[in-house]
């Protein structure tokens, strides 16, 4: 069973930057997507950004130009850097990997912007 391990969320003030990071559990799985979700209070889980077979990535509008995803293949971990954060960028992160048909989800981390 793969495991999906997040660490790098806590509290920070706005305009600030945070730096999630995910390690996958099996070093050697080749995972054709891995990204982050995000959910917050009342709302639907949704894409902030993954990284496709290397190199396609995908940014929800919220986040472009703010937030960076990067992958490192040898040590199967995905990474997203988070800069200029606002108040709205709180909530529950969940990394994502997708091999195949089956995709694996992180237990999730907090993310919290207030002032």
């Known amino acids: 069973q793969v495991q999906l391990v997040e660490s790098g969320g806590g509290s920070v003030q706005p305009g600030g930057s945070l730096r999630l990071s995910c390690a996958a559990s099996?070093?050697?799985?080749?995972?054709?997507?891995m990204g982050w979700y995000r959910q917050a209070p009342g709302k639907q889980r949704e894409l902030v950004a993954t990284?496709?077979?290397?190199?396609?990535?995908k940014y929800a509008d919220s986040v472009k130009g703010r937030f960076t995803i990067s992958r490192s293949n040898a040590k199967n971990t995905v990474t997203l850097q988070m800069n200029s954060l606002k108040p709205e960028d709180t909530a529950v992160y969940y990394c994502?990997?997708?091999?195949?048909?089956?995709?694996?989800w992180g237990q999730g981390t907090q993310v919290t912007v207030s002032s």
């Open positions: 994502n990997a997708v091999v195949d048909i089956v995709t694996y």
């Open positions: 099996e070093s050697r799985m080749n995972f054709d997507t």
């Open positions: 990284l496709t077979s290397g190199t396609i990535t």
